[in-house]
């Protein structure tokens, strides 16, 4: 394995470093949090080790980061704040396990090899298609049999909402949280007035209807079945 230790203690550092290169394997060491996420997000690793408490740039915060780079790499934190707040806040930031210090690295090295283990996460897709649509997602840009359809924003959402269900039937309520962030009724017909403007521009033109209603329960897209 390959991996990338963010450790300010030095002491903590050496002896996690020197313990994974008797056991085989590569570590890059940076005791800052601004030096680790650089480091993260520039060179390929197989797993990140990363400190809770961090000069720069905490451990949280540089995980997020990460992740927000849709840098996909296991993150395992090393802390001495043990608490079940800390370790959720800290596992929803986009880490992957928790081992509090002290800590054997006996046990430090099984969880890794386990991190190593997992699939990798699949690369996010950046073109959505179902039949002759497509949305590009970088470019901003829908067509549909080769033909440009211009969305609103909005629109634009939507569709990228419903095209990734796969199929499946959206709710009102999964819609008005997924594009709108409302997590109440607003009491309006916002989401039913954007499905008629949508449907109007990527299933009216054309032969086969792509945007389905179910009643009573929501909107679902797929191809003919």
Known sequence: MHILLIEDDR?????????????????????????????????????????????GLDGVSVVKAVRAARVKTPAIFLTAIGGVDDRVEGLEAGGDDYLVKPFAFSELLARLNALARRPHATEEKTVLRIADLELDLVKRYASRSGQA????????????????????????????????????????????????????????????????????????????R
């Open 11 to 55: 002491r903590t550092a050496g002896y996690v470093s020197k313990g994974l290169h008797e056991a085989g394997h590569t570590c890059d060491v940076v005791h800052d949090g601004r030096d680790g996420l650089y480091q993260a997000t520039q060179q390929p690793y197989d797993v990140l080790v990363v400190d809770r408490m961090l000069p």
């Open 149 to 224: 359809i211009a969305l609103q924003p909005r629109e634009f959402m939507l569709l990228e909402v419903l095209m990734r269900g796969d199929g499946r039937v959206l709710t009102r309520t999964m819609l008005l949280e997924l594009v709108w962030d409302f997590h109440f009724d607003p009491k309006t017909s916002v989401v039913e007035t954007h499905i008629s403007r949508l449907r109007s521009k990527i299933d009216k033109p054309f032969e086969v209807q792509l945007l389905h209603t179910v009643r009573n329960t929501g909107y679902s897209m797929h191809a003919p």
